[in-house]
């Protein structure tokens, strides 16, 4: 059974930072692409930052310097650390493990950034 559980998320001001974390269970971690994407009201959902089996990461450009994404393979999780939050950062935020065959989806986690 696969899944994945995102923590994490909250209420922060301007200029606060959060850390997401995405736990996988039931897939062979290493392997797998992972990715954070988001979804504003009344907005698309949008590719934010993904981070490839062998490390290599790519960030959309209104995140770039701000947000970091890493994997800890031996504890099956992905974590976004968001610096600097803007309020145009707040959305749900959901976790995405794919590989050539196959991709699941985490529950989404709830990032607010107001004053």
């Known amino acids: 059974q696969v899944q994945l559980v995102e923590s994490g998320g909250g209420l922060v001001q301007p200029g606060g930072s959060l850390r997401l974390s995405c736990a996988a269970s039931g897939i062979t971690f290493s392997i797998y692409g992972m990715g954070w994407y988001r979804q504003a009201p009344g907005k698309q959902r949008e590719l934010v930052a993904t981070?490839?089996?062998?490390?290599?990461?790519y960030y959309v450009d209104s995140v770039q310097g701000r947000f970091t994404i890493s994997r800890d393979n031996a504890k099956n999780t992905v974590y976004l650390q968001m610096n600097n939050l803007k309020p145009e950062d707040t959305a749900v935020y959901s976790c995405?493990?794919?590989?050539?065959?196959?991709?699941?989806w985490g529950q989404g986690t709830q990032v607010t950034v107001s004053s």
């Open positions: 995405n493990a794919r590989t050539i065959g196959q991709g699941y």
């Open positions: 981070i490839t089996s062998n490390s290599n990461t």
